[in-house]
């Protein structure tokens, strides 16, 4: 077969072409992987069996019958678990079920974005939100985080200003709940002047929540959604960090006015209906049981790759521990570019996100880079930590030496 040429049928604005999928490296802190060891997988068998005993006749229809939002139980568990965690007041027609929350960013960017117009999020941010907001030609506005959160002095500062060039941003895209990656979490204070912000700028809300579910004592403050007296907030969420990724659901929530123009753009003719029964079947009785044990490996795994890396990095290595979820933000010293670091990691089989995937000021996240510890395991923790600490050595004359070394020594 000879190669067909599409490159002249391909029009102007697609994205640049995928590179082939290398397969993960051996150490791998990339990727919003899960815990393999706390995949509840003998629960979800069962769950699995059980709904499609009772109700697998009615894949036979779009939606299960269920209508265009998604499974009908699964959303009225959503109902009571956002009531009871977040402080939402939502009925099941105010939830949509997704491919995951990704497809919620889709959607939401899809209709409220349009090439040229200005968007606000934290400075630090999910590179799939930034990649999404430039290959839409959205003019993105970062906002700097603090301890908190996005600073809400900057935040006002920055709507102030579009204000007086006559720019009306569309929308504040907030992580306010375990950010990624800072890990920060919003006070209640701070997310009460968000809303009030927003309100007077006439600027719609855009809460990403989906590592909600992954703060260790289990305690949040209030959902944006849920405190927003002016109806201007989109709430999404996912089950990919309280269950698993590769299940691809998440959700939506919405007031009608926004979530009939959504609907519309969602094409697919469905989500995938037996992730969303086995999941209905599984949360009911086991949810609120399965989340302290993961929220309890995963601390374990976030203590293992923080003592790693004081032991291999010493004071060159600044983060802060953080209260949940699955990732350090990590600060090397400024000589160290961590996109290079990156490259040669990655020949070493060690994989990690360089800071200027993360952020819209490159300046300030060059020598940062992003660990996930969720997936790899202790030991493969330990190892890789050692491993990236004598690549940044040999690239970057940093750490020195390591503490074990100095031990080694003594
Ligand atoms: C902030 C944020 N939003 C959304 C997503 C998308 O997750 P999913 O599509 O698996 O629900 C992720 C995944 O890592 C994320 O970190």
């Known amino acids: 077969m000879t190669a067909f040429d ?17 397969g993960l490296a051996k150490y791998n802190f990339t990727g919003g992987n899960n815990d393999a060891d706390e995949v509840p997988v003998d629960d979800l068998i069962a769950a699995a069996a059980a709904s499609l005993k009772r109700e697998g006749r009615n894949l036979a229809t779009y939606n299960l019958a269920h209508g265009p939002h998604g499974y009908r139980p699964l959303r009225e568990f959503l109902v009571g678990k956002l009531k009871r965690d977040a402080g939402i007041a939502c009925s099941a027609d105010d939830i949509l079920l997704l491919s995951g929350s990704s497809q919620a960013l889709d959607l939401v960017n899809a209709a409220l974005v349009t090439r040229g117009d200005t968007v606000i999020c934290e400075k630090d941010n999910y590179q799939s939100t930034l990649t999404r907001f430039a290959r839409l030609g959205a003019k993105v506005v970062g906002i700097p985080l603090d301890s908190d959160g ?22 504040i895209y907030t992580i306010p709940t375990v950010q990624n990656p800072t890990a920060t979490i919003m006070p209640e204070p701070r997310r009460a ?25 289990g305690k949040r403050p209030p959902a944006l959604y849920a405190m927003s007296k002016a109806g201007n907030v989109i709430h999404i969420g996912s089950f990919s960090k309280s269950i698993a990724p590769a299940l691809r659901v998440g959700f939506l929530v919405a007031p009608w006015s926004i979530m009939s123009r959504i609907l519309p753009l969602k094409t697919d003719a469905g989500s995938g209906a037996v992730e969303q029964m086995l999941l209905a079947e599984y949360c009911a ?37 953080p209260k949940g979820g699955i990732f350090l933000w990590v600060k090397l010293p400024d000589n160290v570019d961590t996109l290079k670091l990156y490259q040669a990691a990655l020949k070493e089989g060690v994989a990690i996100n360089p800071g200027n995937d993360w952020s819209t000021d490159k300046t300030h996240s060059h020598s940062r880079l992003r660990l996930c510890f969720a997936s790899p395991t202790h030991q493969q923790i330990r190892e890789g930590v050692a491993v990236l600490a004598d690549v940044c050595r040999r690239e970057f004359g940093v750490p020195a030496r390591s503490a074990n070394v100095e031990r080694a020594r003594a």
Not at 150 to 171: E, F, I, N, W, Y
Not at 194 to 212: I, N, P, Q, T
Not at 295 to 306: H, I, N, P, Q, Y
């Open 193 to 217: 002047e968000l809303l009030r912000l927003s309100e007077e700028y006439g600027v719609a809300v855009f809460e990403d929540d989906c590592y909600s579910d992954l703060i260790w004592d």
């Open 150 to 171: 996005m600073r809400m002095d900057a935040l006002s500062t920055a709507l102030a200003d579009c204000k007086a060039r006559g720019v009306q941003p569309k929308m």
């Open 285 to 321: 009785p086991h949810f609120a049981t399965h989340l302290p044990v993961l929220r309890k490996a995963l601390r374990a795994k976030v203590e293992t790759l923080m003592e790693s890396l004081n032991e291999q990095f010493g004071t060159a290595a600044e983060f802060d521990d």
């Open 6 to 22: 599409f490159a002249p049928l391909l029009p102007a604005h697609l994205p640049p072409p995928a590179v082939r999928w290398p």
